[in-house]
């Protein structure tokens, strides 16, 4: 008995042993995958400032997937990054400064800094290849945003996506014009958000105006062609009805016919 209660205790120990190794293992494991440095990266941490990852200028093509979760400030400036896809830092909840300058970028996807609302401060795009202003690669965003130095077309869409933003006013100052829809309204050169009288939907509006008075003389013609059909036809109907009532005899003629049939009998 004694044999057997000694079996079963060295038994347990061994399975508590090796539970508790475990534990302490996948405790590890998730702890160096949240805090370790992306590969090629440098990372610093200081008091009060937080994980600092810096990947500056070393020709990455696409945004590194294994950024530390406690990252605060990244930095990944003079690349090769083309494009920002949808939800890049999502797992990145205490971000508060990210550094996209001087990259290839032109194609920022929706949902691009989706989850960095609350935290990010400041995010610079300046000195990449955006072209076109899309509204909800920011959405949420409040950050202060370096947008200078990138080819811009400035448009009607571009005109009506600014009410939608909501990042630090001064930020879309950085948009300037390179290129402009129509061409001829004087926006090249200018930061888009101080022509207070640029008005880049005018086409648009002309084309409105001239499809609603297309659209409104279609309809008066329809309504004038049912008018002269409707005319027609009931003009056509009269004429039978006129006839017809001509063929039937008079009240004088129904007379004179009683009168002789009176004198017959």
């Known amino acids: 008995m004694p044999l057997l209660e000694s079996g079963w205790l060295l038994r347990h120990s061994v399975v508590m042993c090796l539970l508790l190794h475990s534990l302490v293992l996948m405790t590890f ?62 797992d990145l909840p205490m971000l508060s400064e990210l550094d996209l300058s001087n990259n290839e970028l032109a194609q920022l996807e929706p949902g691009a800094f989706r989850g960095l609302g609350p935290s990010l401060t400041f995010l610079d795009l300046s000195s990449n290849k955006l072209v076109n202003f899309n509204p909800e690669a920011f959405e949420g965003l409040r950050a202060r945003t370096n947008l200078t130095n990138n080819p811009w077309h400035c448009d009607c869409n571009l005109q009506l996506a600014m009410p939608l933003i909501d990042l630090e006013p001064l930020s879309l100052t950085g948009i300037v014009c390179e290129t402009s829809e129509p061409p001829d309204v004087g926006a090249e050169g200018v930061p888009f958000l101080l022509a207070q009288d640029l008005d880049l939907c005018v086409v648009m509006k002309k084309t409105t105006d001239v499809a609603m008075l297309v659209t409104m003389f279609g309809w008066f013609t329809m309504v004038i062609s049912y008018l002269v059909y409707y005319v027609r036809n009931n003009t056509e109907d009269a004429r039978r009805h006129l006839e017809y009532l001509k063929s039937l005899p008079t009240k004088q003629e129904q007379s004179e016919a009683s009168s002789t049939i009176s004198t017959v009998v």
Do not use: M
């Open 29 to 90: 494991c998730f702890h160096h995958a949240a805090t370790s440095c992306s590969q090629g990266c440098y990372c610093s941490e200081s008091d009060g400032r937080g994980k600092t990852v810096r990947c500056s200028n070393l020709r990455l093509t696409e945004i590194p997937q294994d950024l530390p979760n406690d990252t605060q400030r990244i930095y990944l400036d003079f690349n090769l990054l083309t494009v920002v896809p949808s939800n890049a830092f999502w």
